[in-house]
């Protein structure tokens, strides 16, 4: 059976580029092509969403949202030369590397364009965002953005009160908004270190068990299962489970 796809991936694919100079509207894929998880943006703190574009003023999600996250001010940036004041000098500044201190919020609700941003190597992730996709790029986090070959976007942007449009551009690591990202972006880290160091735990007490139970040792069995049933720390657990691993291990081995 196949897994059902998300339906975000639908109208928001991303990838990490290419270094060649060639025009900024190309896709810019690697060779070979290398695509990056939603599940791994949002290790970057880069939320997403897939919301109905059509039907924008009354969708109960995207209130949903606007009133979870605080986002009390909404416009809208069309980007092509008949509407956007100064299109070239405006195109020039958005494609220059920078960070805001705030979160930059934007609801594409027709045409598409590449958002990109930084991994925590500084490789570059394009993120193709297409009608319908909604992104949040933390604040502090270095991008950039540019239209695709369609040459055309209309976005919804979104800010929590007044909103705050200036781009500091790279190198702006002074910044708290900076720090705060980076510490953010570390915690995400650990956690996700975390979380597999347990399911490793996880499963090396399950083979402990399955050992003992092989060899009817009893005791082992039950420390395992008192160890799944405690919540214990990460490195605690790291350590029980090898040793009831090496239990089990040597009682099978034992004539
Ligand atoms: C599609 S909205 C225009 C781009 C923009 O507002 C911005 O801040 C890019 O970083
Ligand atoms: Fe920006
Ligand atoms: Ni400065």
């Given at each position: 059976m196949v897994a059902p796809q998300d339906p975000r991936e639908e109208v928001i694919q991303a990838w990490y580029m290419d270094?060649?100079?060639?025009?900024?509207?190309?896709?810019?894929?690697?060779d070979p092509k290398e695509f990056v998880s939603l599940d791994q943006l949002s290790e970057l703190g880069v939320l997403s969403w897939r919301l109905d574009a059509d039907n924008y003023e009354t969708d109960e999600e995207l209130k949903k949202i606007r009133e979870d996250r605080g986002y009390s001010y909404m416009d809208f940036c069309e980007v092509c030369p008949e509407k956007l004041p100064n299109y070239e000098e405006k195109i020039k500044n958005f494609f220059e590397e920078h960070l805001h201190t705030d979160e930059e919020i934007r609801y594409c609700v027709a045409g598409s364009g590449y958002f990109d941003v930084r991994d925590r190597n500084e490789k570059w992730i394009r993120i193709w965002v297409k009608k319908g996709g909604m992104i949040v790029l933390p604040a502090g986090c270095y991008h950039r953005f540019t239209l695709d070959t369609d040459n055309y976007i209309k976005a919804m942007r979104l800010f929590v009160g007044d909103p705050v449009w200036t781009p500091f551009n790279r190198?702006?690591?002074?910044l708290p908004a900076r720090d705060m990202f980076k510490i953010s972006c570390r915690r995400k880290l650990v956690t996700a270190l975390s979380m597999l160091l347990r399911n490793l735990c996880n499963s090396l007490l399950i083979g402990s068990i399955v050992l003992a139970l092989i060899n009817k040792e009893t005791s082992v069995y039950m420390v395992c299962l008192c160890l799944r049933l405690l919540e214990l720390p990460v490195w605690f657990n790291c350590l029980c489970s090898i040793s009831a691993c090496l239990v089990a291990a040597t009682a099978v081995n034992s004539p």
């Open positions: 270094d060649s100079d060639e025009d900024q509207r190309l896709p810019h894929h690697k190198p702006h690591d002074h």
